[in-house]
Nanobody
């Protein structure tokens, strides 16, 4: 059974940091491109970041560039999203998603390209 499970969300003050984890089971993470998406109340799902399975090439939304960092640990079958300098507008449910199996050196933040999704983890940035 293919599963993605997010964790690490919570309540944090503006300027704070969180690290989200996405643990994969039922498939080999190294054969998939992985993306992080988020959805705030009343808004459409937004691509945040993605990482390829060849070369570890990353892509980021302009709104998070320089503040968020995506990484993968294939030995642990886990992808991470380090979130620094958090802002209230970062408040959302964050989802990880998998595209594959594939061999790719490119990823695009388009939700339609990702077929498997986790259940999401809530991130709230507030004073």
């Amino acid at each position: 059974q293919l599963q993605l499970v997010e964790s690490g969300g919570g309540l944090v003050q503006p300027g704070g940091s969180l690290r989200l984890s996405c643990a994969a089971s039922g498939f080999t993470l190294g054969t998939y491109v992985i993306g992080w998406f988020r959805q705030a109340p009343g808004k459409e799902r937004e691509g945040v970041s993605c990482i390829t399975n060849l070369g570890g090439i990353t892509n980021y939304a302009d709104s998070v560039k320089g503040r968020f960092t995506i990484s993968r640990d294939n030995a642990k079958n886990t992808v991470y999203l380090q979130m620094n300098s958090l802002k209230p507008e970062d408040t959302a449910v964050y989802y990880c998603a998998a595209d594959g199996p594939t061999l790719s050196r490119r990823c695009v933040l388009s939700s339609g390209d990702f077929g498997s999704w986790g259940q999401g983890t809530q991130v709230t940035v507030s004073s």
